[in-house]
């Protein structure tokens, strides 16, 4: 049981590329996140899962796009990385089953990004 | 002003020390409070939560909320090195542990370090 996954886990991109970063959960979880943390400001939710077709925007969604099709995978795409999304993205997963209010969010590794 | 804040630290204590981590915060509407642990170059874990007001231990750990000051702490007795990590509190609403269908609302750590 890995739990989260999350590759690569360093990367660096000249502006204007783009990239996916990978996110696999081996738990059978419904619920999927992906987060960036900045020094300084906390974790901001980016998207969020709650379920195999169904995402929606968290609080900082521009420039990131998601899809979800399948439970284990929540892929998080960059179409035209600026230095603005240098960070450190960790992806996260939660049961939500019949006890959902204390069920917990379980965080990847994290993939550092440096876009220059 | 910050939905919630924290002293980002560092903070340096000898082994053995009691540690008190503390955040504020504004929201009136938060009910669950939870404190993440996050070693160096991975992702958060969940530590600790409490609901609504009053204490919680867990070993050496003891997490305190003030509803009426807006203001939760986490203890630590009998600091190791192994503890030497970042400490993040979170927040949600009546959502629960993951907030929900509303987003979780992170301070942004505490940098702790105990030293031998």
């Known amino acids: 049981n890995a739990g989260v996954t999350q590759t690569p886990k360093f990367r660096i991109l000249k502006i204007g590329q783009s990239m996916t970063l990978q996110c696999t959960q081996d738990?059978?979880?419904?619920?999927m996140y992906w987060y960036r943390q900045d020094p300084g400001m906390g974790l901001k939710l980016i998207y969020y899962?709650?379920?195999?077709?169904?995402?929606d925007k968290g609080e900082v969604p521009n420039g990131y796009n998601v899809s979800r099709s399948t439970t284990e995978d929540f892929p998080l795409r960059l179409e035209l990385a600026a230095p603005s999304q240098t960070s450190v993205y960790f992806c996260a997963s939660s049961r939500q089953g019949t006890d959902q209010l204390t069920d917990t969010q379980y965080f990847g590794p994290g993939t550092r990004l440096t876009v220059l | 002003q910050k939905e919630v804040e924290q002293d980002p630290g560092p903070l340096s204590v000898p082994e053995g020390a009691i540690v008190s981590l503390n955040c504020t915060y504004s929201?009136?509407?938060?009910?669950?409070f939870m404190w993440y642990r996050q070693y160096s170059r991975k992702g958060p874990e969940l530590l600790m939560y409490t609901y609504s007001s009053g204490n919680k231990e867990d070993g050496r750990f003891t997490a305190q909320v003030d509803k009426s000051s807006k203001y939760i702490s986490l203890f630590i007795r009998d600091s190791q090195p192994s503890d030497s990590a970042t400490y993040l509190c979170?927040?949600?609403?009546?959502?629960?542990?993951?907030?929900?269908?509303?987003?979780?609302?992170f301070g942004t750590g505490t940098q702790l370090k105990v030293e031998l």
């Open positions: 738990m059978n979880h419904n619920y």
């Open positions: 929201n009136s509407a938060f009910q669950y």
């Open positions: 899962s709650v379920g195999a077709g169904i995402t």
């Open positions: 979170a927040m949600s609403g009546p959502g629960g542990l993951t907030g929900g269908g509303n987003k979780l609302t």
